[in-house]
């Protein structure tokens, strides 16, 4: 008797354990997923208003305060003409990031980088995860308290 209440009780123990493990799983926090950065110009040329945006695979899960950064490698520091909301509460507005620029007055191949930190409000460990898609990147780190995407794409600026 004494054996199978031993029994019944590591069962109950092991039984606790699997189950904490699927509650745990519903507050992790998980950074959105981007698949592209998209263009509102099919063909990009010289000294052209452009939107760009950071287009999300997947929504966030348990995030928080939210901000961000939209940089490219086509300015010098006088001629930066990029426009965007620097922060959000992602719980209130998870939308696709967007940027307004003006292209570079030269043709070529150029870079824009979008950047976001997320505050964590779920639970989350120390990690990278590296992504791809065509012509870009993207990196994924999470801490216990915050969660930082980086999603950088080439395009080509054409002349008129």
Known sequence: MKQISLLLLGMMF???FSACSDDDDKYQSQLPIFSDISFSEERICIDQKVTATAVQNQK???LDRTEYEWSA???VPDDSTMSYVSG?????????????FQTPHYPGIYH???HARYNISG????KT???SFPKGYATYTYTPLM????VVKSFTVYDR
């Open 14 to 16: 092991v039984a606790s």
């Open 60 to 62: 966030g899960v348990l």
């Open 73 to 75: 490698d086509m300015y």
């Open 88 to 100: 959000v509460l992602y719980t209130k507005n998870s939308t696709n990031p967007t940027c307004t």
């Open 112 to 114: 824009i980088t979008f």
């Open 123 to 126: 639970q989350a460990t120390n």
């Open 129 to 131: 995860i590296n992504g």
């Open 147 to 150: 969660g930082e995407v980086t």
